[in-house]
């Protein structure tokens, strides 16, 4: 996708409204349980393992969270059946290839709310094909949609970023930090957010921690797992919030989920830790 295409995106020009959406009865506050989730559903030829029978396996596991935000979603079976259990109203899977990639972006929103309008984009860089971590393969992205809680609104995001630690990799990946940063500040503007990813970004990276500072500042983002002082903060899964309009959020509790997701073996069902927020929110005046 061309970046011109991306600056109408951001205006509003490919925005979808939900005509007919059932409205819901007016609530002034709530909580919101958040999973944040890349379930490793690379060909089995690369991750050498049934990457069918995991999805089939942790499909039954994803019923337990109002929101959840998948990354590396990638094959039309296995898609069907990771969400084949569950009662989400909103399923939102970004499957649109590009031209001269191989996959789409691996990513899909689960939501107990409607859809009020949504948007998806591809990055306009990435690096490598056969070198690095190989991310042109995929149609990498963002996804974002805006729901109803019954009467406010919340946009909820979902990405990717691109992976490898290489020159061109940081570089690919801070472009596509300021492409999410532009729908953030136009789109989302003034708006309450919740934001599921694999960020590929740690704490701990000299490379990295600058873009989570300036998502931090100018996304006007709260990492779940900062906000209640966890314990592992140099995860490159997270769940970001922020406050917006007349919605506070503030986290409440923040887990890694991995003991809930492993396979009968007690190993582990994806190579990414299922990360969980629990997000209360408020009307203010």
């Not at 030829?45 to 596991?61: E, F, N, Q, Y």
């Not at 974002?144 to 406010?152: S, Y």
């Not at 953030?184 to 989570?212: H, I, Y």
């Not at 903060?233 to 887990?255: C, L």
Request: proline fraction near 3%; charged fraction near 25%.
């Amino acid at each position: 996708m061309r970046s011109a295409w991306l600056v109408m995106l951001l205006m509003g020009c490919e925005a979808k409204h939900t005509d007919g959406a059932e409205s819901i009865e007016m609530v002034s506050e709530g909580e919101l349980t958040v999973l944040s989730y890349n379930v490793h559903g690379l060909p089995e030829a690369i991750t050498g393992d049934d990457t069918s029978g995991r999805m089939l396996d942790i499909a039954p596991r994803l019923a337990a969270w109002d929101i959840l935000g998948l990354q590396e979603d990638w094959d039309p079976s296995n898609h069907s059946n990771l969400i084949a259990q569950v009662d989400h109203e909103t399923r939102l899977w970004f499957d649109e290839v590009l031209d001269d990639r191989f996959y789409g972006s691996g990513l899909s929103i689960l939501a107990r709310y409607p859809v009020v309008e949504q948007m998806q984009v591809h990055y306009s860089t990435c690096s490598g094909l056969t070198d690095g971590a190989s991310d042109c393969l995929a149609s990498k992205g963002f996804q974002v949609l805006r729901i109803d809680l019954g009467g406010p609104t919340v946009d909820v995001y979902n990405t990717h970023f691109e992976a490898g630690g290489g020159t061109e990799d940081n570089a690919a990946r801070a472009v596509q930090v300021s492409e999410v940063l532009s729908a953030l500040q136009e789109w989302s503007a003034g708006e309450a957010v919740v934001f599921t990813g694999d960020f590929n970004l740690r704490w701990s990276d000299p490379e990295d921690a600058p873009l989570l500072e300036q998502l931090a500042d100018e996304g006007g983002l709260v990492d779940s797992c900062e906000a209640v002082d966890c314990e592992e903060t140099d995860h490159i899964d997270r769940v970001f919030y922020r406050s917006g309009g007349n919605v506070e959020i503030d986290a409440i509790s923040w887990s890694n989920r991995s003991g809930e997701f492993l396979d009968s073996n007690g190993i582990d069902l994806s190579d990414h830790p299922p990360i969980s927020a629990t997000l209360a929110w408020q009307l203010v005046e």
